[in-house]
C-alpha cells in the first residue's frame, strides 16, 4: 500500500509515525548508521558538546523527548558526573524497549530511565529539569507548538533546551546529491535492512514537510525561549537549535 504522509490528519499522523517506530526499532540503530554513514554520530556528540552536562556530583535532570533507543542519553551520561540523571520519554514502547536493554548492557541502568509519554502532553511536573533534549524527533510530533510548550513548562528557569533535526541543504550541488540519495537509496536501503520502505519513505517526506530552520527558531520563541539560536551541520542536512527558559 501507498500512504500519502502529506495529507493526513493531525490524529492520524502519530498513528501511523508509531507504525514506523514500531516496524524499524529493533534495526533502528544499524540503520542510523548505514544511512547517515556514521554522520549521526557526529551530529549528537555536536549536541553533547552544547549540552555541557556537569562533570562533577551535582545533580543534573535531563529529559530526552523522542528518546528511542537511548543514544542522546547514554552519550550524555558518559561525559556527565555521578550527579547526572537521564529520562528518556518515548510514546513508542518497542523503542524504550531496545533502549532499557542497551541500558543495563551498558551498567548505564541506574542513570538513565525509560519512561512511555506523548512529547505534546508530558505528565512530568512543572520545572522538572535542567535540561530538555529533542534528536531526530520533533519532527515526528504533529503538533510541534504544544510539544515546544510543554519543553518550556518541565523545565527549570535558567536551563537549556536543545533540538537536533534534519533540515534544508542550502549547498548548490549538495542538495540535488541529497535528493538523490534521498528517493533513490533510503527507501530501497530501509526495505532490504528492515522489510519496511514505507517507513524510510515517511522518513524522507517527513524531513521535506519540516519548517526551515529561522522559521522553526521563531516557533521556539513563540512557546517562551529566549536566546534562541540555530547553527547549521553538514552542509544544512541537520540544524542544532537552542534556546533558555529564563
Ligand atoms: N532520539 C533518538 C535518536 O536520535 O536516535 C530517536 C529518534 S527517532 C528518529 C524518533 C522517535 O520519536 C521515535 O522513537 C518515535 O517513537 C518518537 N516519537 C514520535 N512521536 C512522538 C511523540 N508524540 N512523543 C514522543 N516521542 C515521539
Not at 508509531?18 to 533502528?28: E, G, T
Not at 545533580?59 to 533507543?69: Q, R, V, Y
Amino acid at each position: 500500500t501507498h500512504f500519502g504522509f502529506r495529507d493526513v490528519p493531525l490524529g492520524d499522523k502519530q498513528t501511523l509515525v508509531n507504525d514506523v517506530f514500531h516496524s524499524v526499532a529493533r534495526r533502528y540503530d544499524l540503520m542510523n548508521d548505514l544511512m547517515s554513514a556514521g554522520l549521526h554520530r557526529v551530529w549528537k556528540d555536536i549536541m553533547i558538546t552544547a549540552l555541557n552536562p556537569p562533570r562533577g556530583d551535582a545533580p543534573f535532570a535531563l529529559l530526552d523527548i523522542a528518546g528511542g533507543t537511548g543514544d542522546i542519553a547514554f552519550r550524555a551520561a558518559k561525559a556527565a558526573g555521578f550527579g547526572f540523571r537521564a529520562t528518556v520519554c518515548d510514546i513508542n514502547i518497542d523503542m524504550l524497549e531496545v533502549g532499557h536493554n542497551r541500558a543495563l548492557a551498558q551498567h548505564l541502568d541506574h542513570q538513565v530511565s525509560f519512561v512511555e509519554g506523548n512529547a505534546e502532553a508530558l505528565t512530568f511536573p512543572d520545572r522538572s529539569f535542567d535540561a530538555y533534549t529533542i534528536a531526530f524527533g520533533i519532527r515526528n510530533v504533529p503538533r510541534i507548538d504544544a510539544a515546544l510548550r510543554e519543553a518550556y513548562r518541565v523545565l527549570r528557569p535558567g536551563s537549556r533546551f536543545l533540538c537536533l533535526e534534519f533540515s534544508t541543504v542550502d549547498v548548490p550541488g549538495l542538495d540535488w546529491l541529497y535528493d538523490q540519495f534521498s528517493f533513490r537509496v533510503i527507501p530501497p536501503l530501509g526495505r532490504a535492512v528492515t522489510g519496511d520502505a514505507e517507513s524510510y519513505q515517511y522518513l524522507v517526506e517527513s524531513i521535506r514537510k519540516f519548517p526551515r530552520p529561522n522559521v522553526f527558531a521563531e516557533m521556539i520563541r513563540a512557546a517562551g525561549f529566549s536566546r534562541v539560536k540555530w547553527e547549521s551541520l553538514s552542509g544544512g542536512i541537520v540544524a542544532l537549535h537552542s534556546g533558555w527558559r529564563l
